[in-house]
């Protein structure tokens, strides 16, 4: 696996410097426009999600590739209270804050890959990846 860039996740500021890079990452490597915006949505929602519900966490960057594609990955995890039922989160309109609960769910669909693990008391880790279009 590709050598990871850490990004702690403990304020709103923490989350701002993370889209800058997430945004300049994507700019360097020559993702359009669009998929420089959902990416980078998808990473201030799912940062958000990590500091509001889980207590803050990390952001591991990597840059994978495959078949000579490139591609953007984002890694959140966090030691919350964990997720009880993701399916459930997963649903447009469900928000376990005051939030309009798109969240999770709109962060999966502005990405080519999202997985999710979570254990509720042990926290929950989140993974989005965004390919470059050839």
Known sequence: MPKSEVFPIRSGEDIVRLRQFVRAKAVALGFSLTD???????ASELARNALIHGGGGDAHFLMPESNGRLGLR???????????????ALADGFSSGNGLGLGLGGAKRLCDEFHIRSTPGAGSHISILKWKRF
Not at 36 to 42: C, E, I, L, M, P
Not at 74 to 88: A, C, R, T, V, Y
């Open 36 to 42: 420089q915006t959902k990416f980078v949505t998808a």
């Open 74 to 88: 984002l890694e959140f995890i966090d030691q919350g209270p964990g997720i009880p039922d993701i399916d459930k």
